[in-house]
Structure formats: structure tokens, C-alpha cells
């Protein structure tokens, strides 16, 4: 028998863009859930930053716009 509940999802996205040593730029990603990093990944890499910036808007902007458009 099952017992009802709510069960309750908390995670934090942390994106920072990193130029490297080898003059590229990088988008590392962290999801943490209390406190405890859960998934980490780096994106790239670019040959500008406005590159990686745009990266960065397609992969979390622009999912959470369409989510709001069909709400």
C-alpha cells in the first residue's frame, strides 16, 4: 500500500563562461540539489564569448520561454 505524499524537487543551475588558457571560451554548468552538486558539464569551445553567451541563452532561455508560451 502506497501512503500519499508530495515530494519536493529542488535544484540550482550555476553557469559561468570561462576563458581558458587556450584563449577559448567555455560554459561550465553545475545543477545542485541541497547543496550538493548532482551534475556538472562544460559546453564549448567558442571563439567569442558573445558565442558562448548565445549557447548559454539557446540551452535555458529559450526552453523556459517556449514552457511560459504554452502555459
Known amino acids: 500500500m ?3 505524499g508530495t515530494v ?9 563562461i570561462v576563458l581558458a588558457e587556450d584563449g577559448k571560451y567555455y560554459v561550465d554548468s ?6 550538493v552538486i548532482v551534475r ?7 571563439e567569442t ?3 558562448a553567451r548565445e549557447c548559454v541563452e539557446w540551452q535555458y532561455s529559450m526552453p523556459m520561454l ?3 508560451r504554452n502555459a
Open 30 to 35: 553545475t545543477t545542485t540539489m541541497d547543496g
Open 8 to 16: 519536493v524537487l529542488e535544484a540550482k543551475i550555476a553557469v559561468d
Open 40 to 46: 556538472a558539464w562544460t559546453e564549448g569551445p567558442f
Open 49 to 51: 564569448e558573445a558565442k
Open 66 to 68: 517556449e514552457k511560459l
Open 2 to 4: 502506497a501512503t500519499a
